[in-house]
């Protein structure tokens, strides 16, 4: 399937599922992993809200730092944790298993970056304004973990949704590219419409999960 055409639903931005995440469980507290312009950190309506980025482009930036930097000396824990740094998968899987530490019970990360449009939008290294990078190979190392509940919703390049679970493993090749994401994208990344997606997220708020 060509992945072009996972990206064809109507819009629903990374900050719209943010929010909405935080209203349906009463979420506190929200840890912002990739903070750049501070466009969706300002669009985010928590009560405690934290943003780590090592860049400039931002002047309410908490920490400014690198994310493994933050992790290292953090002793909070979060109820939601966006994920958007920097855009390559072994900086990711240390991301993300940087924010499962610290995540609260019944929490959520979510994961922008999921769904690359092309092969140049998932190179590791970036060459234009829409830079995906290969995030999409780190989503797919935490498929075959059991105890995690996973999907992507087809919607601003692809959200990743995480969440302590379950979930059927994909057992992926230790070495993957692009062709391998083109041939099995909707089952590897478990892609989701935006409607099923949030009758799922229902469902698991009515699960007390």
Not at 15 to 26: Q, T
Not at 109 to 116: A, G, Q
Not at 154 to 183: A, C, H, M, W
Request: glycine share 8%; aromatic share 12%.
């Amino acid at each position: 399937m060509n992945s072009e055409n996972l990206l064809g639903e109507s819009f629903f931005s990374r900050s719209n599922l943010i929010n909405y995440l935080i209203g349906m469980y009463g979420y506190k507290s929200y840890l912002e992993i990739g903070v750049n312009d501070g466009g969706n950190f300002e669009s985010v309506n928590c009560a405690y809200k934290v943003g780590v980025d090592p860049s400039d482009n931002y002047d309410k930036i908490t920490f400014k730092t690198t994310s493994d930097e933050f992790f290292a000396q953090n002793d909070n824990t979060f109820d939601i944790i966006f994920i958007d740094g920097l855009h390559i998968s072994d900086q990711v899987i240390k991301d993300i298993q940087n924010s499962l530490d610290v995540l609260n019970p019944k929490g959520t990360i979510i994961m922008h970056d999921c769904l690359p449009a092309n092969e140049y939008a998932q190179s590791r290294e970036r060459m234009g304004n829409h830079w995906n990078g290969d995030v999409w190979k780190a989503f797919a190392f935490y498929r075959k973990n059991p105890n995690l509940t996973m999907f992507t919703l087809n919607t601003d390049q692809g959200l990743g949704f995480i969440k302590r679970g379950s979930q059927d493993v994909y057992e992926s090749p230790e070495e993957l590219d692009y062709s391998f994401f083109v041939k099995h994208s909707v089952s590897l990344m478990n892609v989701s419409t935006i409607t099923n997606a949030i009758n799922l997220i229902k469902q698991l708020y009515q699960m007390g999960l």
